[in-house]
């Protein structure tokens, strides 16, 4: 059996793979505004001092740990759909939805645009629910 058999994998598990290329992209962008803060000597060292983060880098670290509230459950449904066999319109779509509403969510944070940013957190969690009813119907 090949290694890096991508034949057979399913559009979601293609968005799990971009989930995993944007979850590391916010944790590198968080780091740099984290570096420009605080110093180098900070992020790298053992951080036993909690020092508050402030403007972007503050935005920074908030964004990656709201992007770490709704991760779990698209994992999860993403992977219940490539083992199920569920893939359909509605799961691709709403996988989609997610990854492209979460793109679109980082410069918004990033910049503290308000009711906009919230506009489209709710556009990519109702990816999530399109996920889901394509699993149940």
């Known amino acids: 059996m090949p290694y890096g058999n991508v034949e057979n994998m399913t559009f979601e598990l ?3 793979v971009a989930s995993v290329v944007l979850l590391f992209a916010q944790i590198t962008m968080q780091a740099l505004l984290l570096t ?3 110093g180098r000597e900070y992020n790298a060292g053992p951080r036993d001092e909690d020092k508050p983060l402030t403007g972007r880098a503050g935005r920074a670290k908030r964004m990656v740990e709201n992007y770490l509230e709704t991760y779990p459950a698209f994992i999860a449904l993403a992977l219940v759909t490539a083992v199920s066999g569920g893939s359909d319109w509605l ?3 709403g996988a989609a ?3 492209v509403g979460r793109i679109i969510y980082i ?3 990033l910049r503290g645009i308000a009711y906009f940013r919230s506009m489209v957190w709710i556009f990519a969690s109702l ?3 399109a996920m889901a009813i394509g699993l149940i119907v």
Do not use: S
């Open 107 to 109: 410069p918004l944070y």
């Open 91 to 93: 799961t691709q779509g």
């Open 127 to 129: 990816g999530l629910v």
């Open 97 to 99: 939805l997610y990854i």
């Open 36 to 38: 420009a803060q605080l």
């Open 14 to 16: 293609w968005m799990v």
